[in-house]
C-alpha cells in the first residue's frame, strides 16, 4: 500500500483558494453529507465539540469515499494526543491558541518521528500506517504533514512573525472568537478593532511567506480575508447551518399554522 498524499498541503502550497466547513457533529451520516456537499476541506473539532479519538475514527472510516481533505482541530498542542490523532490517519492538524515560536516547535515535533521529533513509534497499531501494510511509512509519514497553527490571542498576534518562520509550519490560521474575548471584545467578532487585527494578522503572515487563513464570520469578512492575502477560509460549520435551519423552519411553520 502506498502513503495517502496530504493534497491540503500541496493546495496550499500553490496558493489556490480553498473554502472549507467546520464540522461539530459527531454523527458519521452529517460527516459523509458534508463530505459531498463540495467544500474543498472539512475541519473535525476535536476542541470545543464532542469528538474524542473515539468518536473520530468512525467519521474518518466514513469521509473516505470522499476526495474531500481532512482537518482535526485538537484540544491543545498536547504530543500525547496529536499521536492519537495520526495514528488514525489525520495528516492536517489546526492547533489551537498558539502564541510563542516554542509553542509551535513543540506542535512540529509532535508530528515528526525521532530524530526530528517525538511522535510515538507504533505503526502495526495504526491506520494510519494500514497496520504496518503502508511501504516505508515510518520515513515517509513526516513528510504529508501539515500543521496548522492558530493565532487566536493578543500574544498570538505579537508573535505572529516568530511563528511563522518555525520550520515545519505550514500555515496560520486567525481565530476572530477568541482573538476578540482576548482583545476585550468578548462576543462581538466584527468589532473594527478585531476585524483590523485578523487582517494585520494575515497579511503579516503571507509577508512572513506562509499562507493564512481565517473564519469568515460573513461574506464580508470573507472578501476582507482574501484581500488581505487569505488562502483558505473556513466559511461556516455544520453546527451554526442546522441551527439556523431547524429555527428558520419552525418559524415559518408558526407563521402558517391556521389559526
Not at 481533505?69 to 492519537?84: L, S
Not at 510515538?120 to 516505508?136: F, H
Not at 505550514?170 to 462576543?187: E, I, K, T, Y
Request: net charge negative.
Amino acid at each position: 500500500m502506498q502513503l495517502t498524499v496530504n493534497s491540503f498541503k500541496r493546495r496550499l502550497a500553490t496558493g489556490e483558494l480553498q473554502r472549507g466547513l467546520f464540522c461539530g457533529l459527531r454523527d458519521t451520516v452529517a460527516a459523509e453529507i458534508s463530505a459531498g456537499a463540495g467544500f474543498d476541506w472539512l475541519m473535525f473539532d476535536a476542541e470545543h465539540a464532542p469528538i474524542d479519538a473515539a468518536a473520530l475514527l468512525p467519521i474518518l472510516q466514513a469521509v473516505a469515499a470522499y476526495s474531500v481533505p481532512i482537518v482535526v482541530r485538537p484540544p491543545e498542542g498536547d504530543n500525547v494526543r496529536i499521536k492519537q490523532l495520526l495514528d488514525l490517519g489525520v495528516q492536517t492538524l489546526l492547533v489551537p491558541m498558539v502564541e510563542s515560536a516554542d509553542q509551535a516547535r513543540a506542535v512540529v515535533a509532535a508530528v515528526r518521528y525521532p530524530p526530528r521529533g517525538v511522535r510515538g513509534v507504533g505503526p502495526s497499531m495504526a491506520r494510519a500506517a494500514r497496520w504496518n501494510r503502508t511501504e516505508n511509512y515510518l520515513h515517509d509519514a513526516d513528510d504529508e504533514m501539515c500543521v496548522i497553527a492558530q493565532i487566536e490571542s493578543v500574544a498570538g498576534l505579537a508573535a505572529v512573525e516568530e511563528i511563522a518562520a518555525v520550520e515545519g509550519i505550514d500555515a496560520l490560521f486567525v481565530g476572530p472568537s477568541d482573538l476578540a474575548a482576548s482583545m476585550g471584545h468578548l462576543g462581538n467578532p466584527s468589532h473594527p478593532e478585531v476585524v483590523a487585527a485578523v487582517d494585520d494578522a494575515i497579511r503579516r503572515s503571507v509577508a512572513a511567506g506562509k499562507p493564512a487563513g481565517a473564519f469568515a464570520v460573513s461574506a464580508a469578512s470573507a472578501e476582507v480575508a482574501t484581500a488581505s492575502g487569505a488562502t483558505f477560509l473556513a466559511v461556516g460549520s455544520d453546527l451554526s447551518l442546522l441551527a439556523a435551519a431547524t429555527a428558520q423552519l419552525a418559524t415559518a411553520a408558526e407563521t402558517d399554522r391556521p389559526e
